[in-house]
């Protein structure tokens, strides 16, 4: 399990020195620093998969408009454990609309004003839902599994394979593992789908993904909601309520640094848009997004909460950290240094435009810059 991710992690940023956080003069430098970039982060990724790089993401559309024509009808999926039990999905404020028209992910929509929340996200209304006991792997390409509440952590190895309202919820653990993990699959994608542990422990992240599309989901309840990998698409999902653990054996008996995405250095081109990633009931929360993936596209999205909300560093990597675009945000007031985006000293942000205060309107300020 353990690659060449463990080379590529960040180091512990409060061990440079640096200069000392505008907006904490009352506290040490290096509790910013620790903060909001966190110490040594969980790095148990594993290596990508050699035929996952370079990236090659199916067409977005087509996938959509596949898994639309997908669920019309059944697919026939064989499971290791299945145990025939059905109910009714509680999320009854789910949208109206079970198959709303897709947004092209390579296009920037336009924004809409309203953000996704628990009743734009997850599980369609109605969805009878089928309880799956057991870790389970899935391998077959071209497969469709709908309607199913993981009670065990799913793997992805396959390409091409599509879950459609279904429920991840792992299982009781102390290892780091992700409720779902499709660093090893290819062109995978979810919809209508919720992340959160049964169990939650500080190992437990709801997923690990690379070439992966992620719509209409929910994530709460795990420690980082997602760590994006490369050719990860983030669409029209709401993160909120992850869980903070006092000690994290992957902190050194530290605290959690709970981030709502992630990115470690060696994955690439991952893209957020139109989501919302709210940490502010996240205690301590380290950040909407921590990234340190080249090419990495933040629009139209509602971001909050974290020491600093986003914070792109360039640490584990060797050079700079280059191709951000972070364009048509809309911000909350609640990260705890008031600082919207941090930036590291060789950190190279391509795009910086359209960045607003929810509540005003009005622009955010320029990044904050230091390591
Ligand atoms: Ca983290």
Redesign the pocket.
């Known amino acids: 399990m353990v690659g060449n991710r463990h080379q590529a992690e960040p180091g512990p940023r409060h061990d440079a020195p640096g200069p000392r956080h505008p907006h904490t003069d009352s506290a040490p430098a290096d509790d910013h620093r620790d903060r909001v970039s966190?110490g040594p982060?969980?790095d148990l990724l594993p290596a990508p998969h050699p035929a996952a790089v370079p990236i090659t993401v199916a067409h977005p559309v087509a996938v959509a408009l596949g898994v639309a024509h997908a669920i019309t009808f059944s697919v026939c999926v064989t499971f290791s454990v299945a145990l025939a039990v059905t109910f009714a999905n509680p999320h009854a404020l789910r949208h109206a609309d079970p198959t709303p028209a897709p947004t092209k992910p390579d296009q920037d929509p336009a924004p809409t004003g309203r953000f996704p929340d628990a009743g734009s996200t997850g599980v369609t209304p109605g969805t009878q839902l089928t309880v799956i006991n057991g870790d389970q792997t899935f391998a077959t390409d071209g497969q469709t599994i709908t309607g199913r509440e993981f009670r065990g952590f799913v793997k992805v190895t396959g390409a091409n394979i599509t879950f459609k309202d279904c429920v991840f919820r792992g299982g009781s653990t102390n290892r780091t593992i992700p409720l779902f993990d499709s660093t090893r699959g290819r062109n995978t994608v979810v919809t209508d789908s919720e992340f959160n542990p049964a169990n939650p422990s500080p190992g437990i992240d709801g997923a690990w993904t690379r070439n992966t599309q992620i719509l209409r989901s929910e994530f709460r309840g795990s420690?980082?909601g997602l760590k994006a990998g490369s050719g990860t698409v983030l669409q029209d999902s709401y993160i909120h309520e992850l869980r903070w653990f006092a000690s994290d054996p992957d902190q050194n008996g530290g605290p959690?640094?709970?981030?709502g995405v992630?990115s470690l250095a060696g994955e690439s081109s991952v893209t957020l848009r139109h989501n919302t990633i709210d940490l502010t009931t996240s205690k301590d929360a380290?950040a909407a997004l921590?990234s340190s993936a080249p090419n990495t596209t933040v629009v139209d999205n509602y971001l909050d909460g974290g020491g600093c909300t986003l914070n792109f560093s360039h640490n584990g990597l060797n050079g700079s950290l280059t191709g951000i675009k972070v364009t048509g945000n809309q911000f909350g007031r609640n990260s705890f240094f008031d600082c919207p985006i941090l930036i590291s000293t060789r950190t190279t942000l391509t795009e910086l435009t359209g960045n607003v205060f929810a509540d005003t309107n009005r622009p955010i300020p320029q990044p904050e810059r230091h390591d």
């Open positions: 966190g982060e969980r420690t980082d959690t640094h709970n981030d992630q380290n921590q």
